[in-house]
């Protein structure tokens, strides 16, 4: 694999606010706040380890507009954790959410800078797993970019039930942390996503190879504003925005 997954970015108009909402709501901690970045992972963490996957919020002038194209879903291990869990994260500031999604036996919430995420039912394939169970990703047509996916995270497909027709899930081959699931949607993509993932070599390998293994399998360069940095940003063959970080 060129590449492995490393966090998931998020976009905030104040990023220590947002770790910290984010830190108590997955009862993780804020492991670093400077320059308009801020970490968010689990007490004794050691990054990077699939067990779980980090949060890094990045400052942005812009708020947000729009459904976001990338969520997270949060996992219960009862009705009554559940509700718990719903009523402790409403406490914490988030808000209740409708994005169409009708009578399901999940609740939508927001979180203090309007982004979309789930507390789902009780799941058997996801008990044990930690707060987040998974990623989830709106796609034209998840089986289209599965491949590339796979490649891109160094992940493979997963064992997660109860997904719509025609969706995906991907999981660290060490079989820990949160699934990767893309989901169809027929929404098309309009904006700079607002949540996007970062993925990064091993330590020792090379960042150009991996770039190049990555636009083989169908991405492309994408501006996003980001001037001279460090990282390459990327777009997948569906056009949805990540970005290469130097080996890790």
């Given at each position: 694999?060129?590449?492995?997954?490393?966090?998931?970015?998020i976009?905030?108009?104040?990023?220590?606010?947002?770790?910290?909402?984010?830190?108590?709501?997955?009862?993780?901690?804020?492991?670093?706040e400077?320059?308009?970045?801020?970490?968010?992972?689990?007490?004794g963490?050691?990054?990077?380890?699939?067990i779980?996957?980090p949060?890094?919020?990045?400052?942005?002038?812009?708020?947000?507009?729009g459904?976001?194209?990338?969520?997270?879903?949060?996992?219960t291990?009862?009705?009554?954790h559940q509700?718990?869990e719903?009523?402790?994260l409403l406490?914490?500031?988030a808000?209740?959410?409708?994005?169409?999604?009708?009578?399901?036996?999940?609740?939508?919430?927001?979180d203090?800078?309007?982004?979309?995420f789930?507390?789902?039912?009780?799941?058997?394939?996801?008990?044990?797993i930690?707060p987040?169970?998974?990623?989830?990703?709106?796609?034209?047509?998840?089986?289209?970019?599965?491949?590339?996916?796979?490649?891109?995270?160094?992940?493979?497909?997963?064992?997660?039930?109860?997904?719509?027709?025609?969706?995906?899930?991907?999981?660290?081959?060490?079989?820990?942390?949160?699934?990767?699931?893309?989901?169809?949607?027929?929404?098309a993509?309009?904006?700079?996503?607002?949540?996007?993932?970062?993925?990064?070599?091993?330590?020792?390998?090379?960042?150009?190879?991996?770039?190049?293994?990555?636009?083989?399998?169908?991405?492309?360069?994408?501006?996003?504003?980001?001037?001279?940095?460090?990282?390459?940003?990327?777009?997948?063959?569906?056009?949805?925005?990540f970005?290469?970080?130097?080996p890790?």
């Open positions: 694999m060129p590449t492995r997954l490393v966090h998931l970015a976009d905030a108009t104040d990023p220590g606010r947002l770790a910290r909402f984010w830190a108590a709501a997955l009862r993780w901690e804020v492991a670093a400077e320059d308009g970045v801020a970490n968010v992972w689990p007490q963490y050691r990054y990077p380890d699939p779980a996957l949060l890094v919020f990045l400052a942005v002038p812009e708020a947000k507009t459904k976001n194209r990338v969520h997270l879903d949060l996992a291990e009862s009705a009554a509700a718990a719903v009523e402790r406490g914490l500031g808000v209740r959410a409708d994005i169409g999604q009708g009578d399901v036996p999940w609740e939508v919430l927001a203090p800078d309007g982004n979309e789930c507390v789902l039912d009780p799941r058997p394939v996801y008990q044990g930690g987040v169970a998974a990623v989830v990703t709106d796609c034209r047509d998840p089986a289209a970019v599965a491949g590339f996916w796979a490649l891109a995270s160094g992940w493979a497909p997963g064992n997660s039930v109860a997904l719509s027709a025609g969706a995906v899930s991907l999981r660290s081959p060490a079989g820990v942390g949160p699934y990767l699931e893309l989901l169809p949607s027929a929404d993509k309009t904006v700079k996503n607002r949540i996007h993932l970062d993925v990064a070599p091993e330590l020792g390998e090379d960042q150009a190879a991996a770039v190049a293994a990555l636009h083989a399998a169908g991405a492309a360069p994408a501006e996003v504003g980001q001037g001279s940095v460090s990282w390459i940003v990327l777009a997948d063959p569906e056009g949805s925005e970005c290469l970080l130097s890790l």
